[in-house]
């Protein structure tokens, strides 16, 4: 069952789901989400220099990316084919029984910003801000301005409340986020791994 606006705020005021700061709930509390803002943090892949990305290889991610941080005023120009990350400014914490997925808004899909790549899934447990992967799909740049509402936030409840959610096992490397994180795919091995053992 997706949450509906009344049961989003029941929730909210029951207070175990979490979206702060919610300033405005009329306007962010949508018919059967809740439109979240974009923060002023970003993360840049460098174009140059990269000639392939290991993603098991934490440090070398970290050494292709730079950070920026937008002034107060200011905007994040997208341009056509850029693949940042940025953040939303609210800080989630999912309950146990929920799962939220991250969407994107309509009006900016009409403007070809994209604003998860591929991943959407919060999962039960999950705390922290959560990590846009902002792409620009059209042929013109876009201005994205902190502060405005950039992607929303949709609510499925659970038949029975996870019994390991997010946080509670040795996997969970993006709970308590804060500001946009890149990939950390690296930590996979560390926590079990992904590698599939070799025959012989
Ligand atoms: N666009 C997104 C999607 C998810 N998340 C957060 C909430 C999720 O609960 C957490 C982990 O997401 P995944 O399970 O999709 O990621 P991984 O499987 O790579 O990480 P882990 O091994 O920690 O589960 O990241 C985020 O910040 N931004």
Redesign the pocket.
């Known amino acids: 069952m997706i949450l509906s606006d009344a049961d989003i705020l029941e929730r909210l005021e029951a207070g175990d789901l979490v979206v702060d700061p919610l300033d405005d709930p009329e306007l962010q509390i949508q018919p059967a989400s809740v439109d979240l803002r974009l923060g002023r943090e970003f993360l840049e892949f460098q174009r140059t220099n990269i000639s392939c990305i290991h993603p098991d290889s934490e440090q070398e991610i970290d050494e292709y990316i730079t950070e920026t941080v937008v002034d107060e005023g200011d905007d994040f120009i997208l341009h056509p084919g850029d693949f940042v990350l940025g953040t939303t400014y609210e800080r989630v914490e ?1 309950p146990a029984d929920l799962i939220a997925h ?1 969407e994107g808004r309509s009006s900016l899909g009409r403007l070809a910003v994209v604003v ?1 790549a591929t ?5 039960p447990g ?1 705390r ?6 902002l792409s620009n799909l059209g042929s013109a740049p876009v201005a994205l301005t902190p502060g405005m509402r950039i992607s929303q936030l949709t609510f499925t409840e659970l038949k029975t409340p996870s019994e390991r959610p ?1 946080g509670s096992d040795r ?4 709970q308590d ?1 804060d500001g946009p ?1 890149a990939s ?2 690296g930590s ?1 091995d560390e ?1 079990g791994g992904d590698q599939l053992e070799r025959d012989g």
Request: glycine share 12%.
């Open positions: 999912i991250v998860h991943a959407g899934l919060c999962d999950y922290g801000q959560i990590t846009l992967e997010y996997g969970s490397k993006y986020q994180q950390r795919i996979d926590f």
